[in-house]
């Protein structure tokens, strides 16, 4: 079974507005991790954010948010003010297991921001 | 801070050939490494998880006599693709978990390398 989901393989924002990326995850355990991840077309693996499944906040990094609902199991990231920098692949994440060092990859979701 | 460096981000060889993969952590000690394959517009695919000083614990489906990885000190892994094929031509990227000591914010965090991209004739 997908540990982690994200349901949009593209998607198109205008500059300057908000976009939501959308990931589910999958586990029965209490405490894991849940990442994003930036990937250019130069292929590096840019860290955005990271929410703790104890955490009661929502994670924020600057104009990244995480939208973390726990009951639903779900962690979208929220992009405030896009800039066409912004445009990439972005990667939901999630840790768990012993020392938090089993790593589950969503498929990705294509973004494009339009000028 | 966190910064994971790759060598080299492009090599070419010939089949049959061997291709070292250098992975370090410059700015901090990284007790677990990952080596990482990503065939395009895909996802990411673990290969194996090293701890220093010990023998790395490679994915099903993964063989360890073709992808040998050496993590020999807290902040270099290495990946060498032994006798290479066409069918390796991929990106490889690794990444790197902070150990003890990290003066960052985020030690469960995994940074990533830049990334390797072989291919083979």
């Known amino acids: 079974a997908q540990k982690i989901t994200q349901t949009q393989p593209g998607m198109f924002v205008q500059e300057k507005e908000a976009v939501t990326l959308d990931c589910t995850y999958d586990?029965?355990?209490?405490?894991?991790?849940l990442f994003w991840y930036k990937q250019p077309s130069s292929g590096e693996m840019i860290f955005l954010i990271y929410?703790?499944?104890?955490?009661?906040q929502n994670a924020t990094e600057g104009r990244y948010s995480l939208n973390f609902q726990k009951a639903r199991k779900s962690a979208n990231l929220v992009i405030s003010a896009s800039q066409l920098g912004d445009s990439a692949m972005y990667f939901c994440?999630?840790?768990?297991?012993?020392?938090?060092?089993?790593?589950?990859f969503g498929s990705g979701t294509k973004l494009n921001v339009k000028p | 801070g966190a910064v994971v460096s790759q060598h080299p981000s492009w090599v070419i060889c010939k089949s049959g050939t061997s291709v070292k993969i250098e992975c370090r952590s410059l700015d901090f000690q990284a007790t677990t490494m990952f080596w990482y394959r990503q065939f395009p517009k895909q996802s990411l695919m673990l290969m194996a998880t090293s701890n220093e000083g010990s023998k790395a614990t490679y994915e099903q489906g993964v063989e360890k006599d073709k992808f040998l990885i050496n993590h020999a000190s807290l902040t270099l892994s290495t990946l060498t693709v032994t006798s290479a094929h066409p069918e390796d031509s991929s990106f490889y990227i690794c990444s790197a978990r902070p150990g003890k000591g990290f003066s960052g914010t985020h030690q469960e965090t995994q940074y990533f390398g830049p990334g390797t991209r072989l291919l083979v004739l």
């Open positions: 929410q703790g499944s104890y955490d009661e």
């Open positions: 586990t029965s355990d209490q405490s894991y991790g």
């Open positions: 994440a999630m840790s768990q297991g012993y020392n938090f060092n089993k790593f589950y």
